[in-house]
Structure formats: structure tokens, C-alpha cells
């Protein structure tokens, strides 16, 4: 069997990761592509030049030509900005709408059948507009956002239980943005409410919810704060992890259940916007959309959501993108 093979477009901090993680568990040959010339051919040959160390056989290649993604099964997207201290997703918007557009046509014109998975930010915004400017079909096209802030929220759970983080099992919903949607009430450990642990540990319900609060709200800004300590730019090794486990899902038809920004119609009171949702990711890309109930809180604060994702997509429209 060929081996599959994957593009990244951007060679920069997530962009290099991916392309290790991607060697080292030989999901398929790589195609690292930025606009800098030498950077990504500079970056791939290090990492292949570990291949004999790391024990991988796959070719792992950099270009700035984007005829050289042709025939490409995944399409990662990570090309844009980063966020300084002080800003927020939002700010990059004019910038890497401009970027988006311009490696939407690129993806368009040689690897239109790929599978497309987004990074750059802002996430909604930017998944939205390559999908238009693009016109691959929706199932095929989605965002990275969820996993990653599922895996962070899991994480300060883990720490604050002093349990394995493996058996955690917590999800957080909406726009990746501070109007994300961590979810309370079905995160678990093992299928324990974290909650009633919580409540068992401190013997105190109400100090039990200040806890958890502060979990959530660490959440919402577990980007920011590493921004404010790399000072340079923001988290590149967890994107990359939660992008890489999507890949694999979707190329080993896994169908797993992982929290995506996918394009969601008539579900979650939102219609026709890209939003972070459980999705079924397989063969097929975001084969289904899950939908639980959300309680009278949790649907206000996911509409809450849906309307800053909105907002945001009609401000980028505005602008003419
Ligand atoms: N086409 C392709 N690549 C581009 C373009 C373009 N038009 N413009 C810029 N790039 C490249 C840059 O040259 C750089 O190498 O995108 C890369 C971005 O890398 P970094 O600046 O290191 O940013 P990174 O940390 O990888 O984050 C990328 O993901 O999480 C988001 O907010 C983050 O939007 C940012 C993106």
C-alpha cells in the first residue's frame, strides 16, 4: 500500500513539531511548506537526518512550491501569526485572513481532495474562510481547537485530583476563544463525576465549585498564559499533539470522538457555522456530529459562544474577505 501523504503548510513553531511528531509515528511521507525560502528544507532535513536514530521510514521533505502538496491526503494549516503577550486570537485577524486566502487557493489548485485540518487563528474565523475560498466540502475541512482545550482542562483536573490524566475524560465545546464552553457536568474520571470527587475532597460543596471555577477559567486562557511566558509567540507543542491525533483518526478511519470546530448545521441551536462540537472523525472525515443535552446554563453559555463566532465571521466578511 502507497504510503499516505501529508502537507503542512507553515514551517514555523507548530509547523516544525508536526513534522516530527508525524515522522516519528509514520503516519506518512511529509511535505513541509513555507513561504520563507531554505526554512522548511532546513527544518525537514534535521528531522530526517534522525531517522536512522528515531527508526522511521518515512521521507520528510521542505518546499515553498505549492505544486509539491499534489496528491495529498491530509492538509495541515498552521501558515499565519502567532499572538504576542497582551493580544487575543481576534487581534490576528486582518493578517491571517490574508494568509488564509492565499493558501486556500494554493490547497485549491493542487490537493483539492485532501482532508484539511486548520490551526492558525483565529480558529473559527480562519476555518470558515478557507473552507469558502476553497470549496472543499465541509466534512472535509475542519478546525483544531477542542482537542487541545480538552487536554488542557483534563490536565488541571489530573493535577488538582493528583490522578492519571489518562483517566480523565473532559470536553470543552464552542469557539476557541475566551467564550469556550468547558463542560462541567460530564467531565469524569473513569466515569466518577470530577465533581462529587471534588466535593469528597474538600467536604465542602461550595469550595468545591470555586475549584472547579478556577479550572475553567485556566482553561479559557491556558493559551494566553503560555504567551505571556514564551513571550515570543504561543503554544506550539500541544497544538501540534491535538492536530497529529486527529490525522490519525482520520487516516486509520478511527472513528473517534474528539471535540473538532466543525461545520454544524441545525445542531446546538447553531446553523450553518463552523463551532466546536463532538464529531465522530474517520475515513470520511467529520463523519458525524454528536449532540447532548446541555442544561439551561451550559446552552447560555454556548450561545454565548455561537454569537462571538458569529460576530467574528461577519466582521471578517465586512472586510472582504
Ligand atoms: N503561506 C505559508 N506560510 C506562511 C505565510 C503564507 N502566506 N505567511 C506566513 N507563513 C508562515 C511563516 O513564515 C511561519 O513560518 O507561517 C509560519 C507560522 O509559524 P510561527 O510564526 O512559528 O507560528 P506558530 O506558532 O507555528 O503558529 C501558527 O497557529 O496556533 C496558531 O495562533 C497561531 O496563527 C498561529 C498559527
Known amino acids: ?67 509539491d502538496i499534489e496528491g495529498s491526503d491530509i492538509v495541515i494549516i498552521t501558515a499565519g501569526l502567532p499572538r504576542k503577550p497582551g493580544m487575543s486570537r481576534d487581534d490576528l485577524l486582518v493578517t491571517n485572513a490574508k494568509i488564509m486566502q492565499q493558501v486556500a487557493e494554493g ?81 469524569n474520571v473513569n466515569g466518577m463525576p ?15 465549585k470555586e475549584v472547579m471555577k478556577a479550572m475553567v477559567d485556566r482553561t479559557k486562557m491556558a ?16 497544538p501540534a499533539s491535538a492536530a497529529v491525533q486527529m490525522t490519525e483518526a482520520i487516516l486509520k478511519d478511527e472513528k473517534r470522538v474528539l471535540p473538532t470546530c466543525a461545520f454544524v448545521k441545525d445542531q446546538y441551536g447553531a446553523d450553518g457555522v463552523y463551532l466546536g462540537v463532538p464529531a465522530v472523525l474517520g475515513a470520511d472525515g467529520v463523519e458525524k456530529v454528536l449532540e447532548i443535552s446541555l442544561d439551561e446554563e451550559e446552552t447560555a453559555a454556548l450561545n454565548n459562544s455561537i454569537n462571538a463566532v458569529t460576530t467574528l465571521v461577519a466582521d471578517m466578511e465586512r472586510l472582504g474577505f
Open 194 to 208: 470530577v465533581m462529587e470527587l471534588l466535593e469528597r475532597k474538600y467536604g465542602d460543596a461550595e469550595k468545591a
Open 1 to 67: 500500500m502507497a504510503r499516505k501523504k501529508i502537507a503542512l503548510i507553515g514551517g514555523g513553531q507548530i509547523g516544525g513539531v508536526l513534522a516530527q511528531l508525524i515522522s516519528l509515528k509514520e503516519l506518512g511521507d511529509v511535505i513541509l511548506f513555507d513561504i520563507v525560502e531554505d526554512l522548511p528544507q532546513g527544518k525537514t532535513l534535521d528531522i530526517a537526518e534522525a531517522s536512522r536514530i528515531d527508526g522511521f521510514d518515512v521521507s520528510v521533505k521542505g518546499t515553498n512550491s505549492y505544486k
Open 107 to 187: 490547497v485549491k489548485e493542487f490537493a483539492s481532495n485532501a482532508f484539511v485540518i486548520v490551526i492558525s487563528n483565529p480558529l473559527d474565523a480562519m476555518v470558515t474562510l478557507f473552507q469558502k475560498v476553497s470549496g472543499i466540502p465541509h466534512h472535509k475541512v475542519m478546525g483544531q481547537a477542542g482537542v487541545l482545550d480538552s487536554s488542557r482542562f483534563s490536565t488541571f483536573i489530573a493535577w488538582e485530583l493528583g490522578v492519571s490524566v489518562k483517566d480523565i475524560n473532559a470536553m470543552v465545546l464552542g469557539g476557541h476563544g475566551d467564550t469556550m464552553v468547558p463542560l462541567v457536568r460530564y467531565a
Open 223 to 238: 493559551g494566553g498564559e503560555v504567551v505571556k511566558l514564551l513571550k515570543t509567540g504561543s503554544a506550539f507543542y500541544s
